[in-house]
Structures are given as C-alpha cells and as structure tokens.
C-alpha cells in the first residue's frame, strides 16, 4: 500500500498518519520529495480500510497493490 500525501502536507499529519500505522504492527517506508511524501506500508494491509486512511490529515491518496498470484 502507498500513501501519498497533499502538497506541502505539515509534519504533525505525516507523524499522525506513520504512528496510526506502527501502532497497527506494520513497517513504513518514508520517500520525501519536494512537494509531497509517500509512505509505503509494508506487511499484509488487507486489515487497513483505505477510506479511513484517505481521511486523515495530509493524506491525498491511497494507492492499495495488489499481489497477483
């Protein structure tokens, strides 16, 4: 699962959306660009509802990957 967060989205949404998924037990991978950061969640995400991802602060996308079998 990638999270892509909002142009310019503050710090304190990023921290809020990283703690969320570490204390749901996954890994994150931080990727900051100029204008905006992705958050690659690492670990089974079929638990995490993508809507209430998508409704935190900072937060523009989720983009769920699908393992194709």
Do not use: W
């Not at 959306?17 to 670990?43: C, M, P, W």
């Amino acid at each position: 699962m990638l999270i892509i967060t909002k142009t310019h989205a503050p710090e304190e949404a990023l921290d809020q959306v990283k703690e969320y998924l570490i204390n749901h037990g996954f890994d994150i991978h931080q990727s900051t660009g100029a204008n905006r950061t992705i958050i690659g969640v690492i670990g089974n995400t079929e638990t995490l509802d993508e809507k209430d991802i998508e409704a935190m602060p900072g937060v523009s996308q989720v983009v769920r990957i699908r393992k194709d079998d």
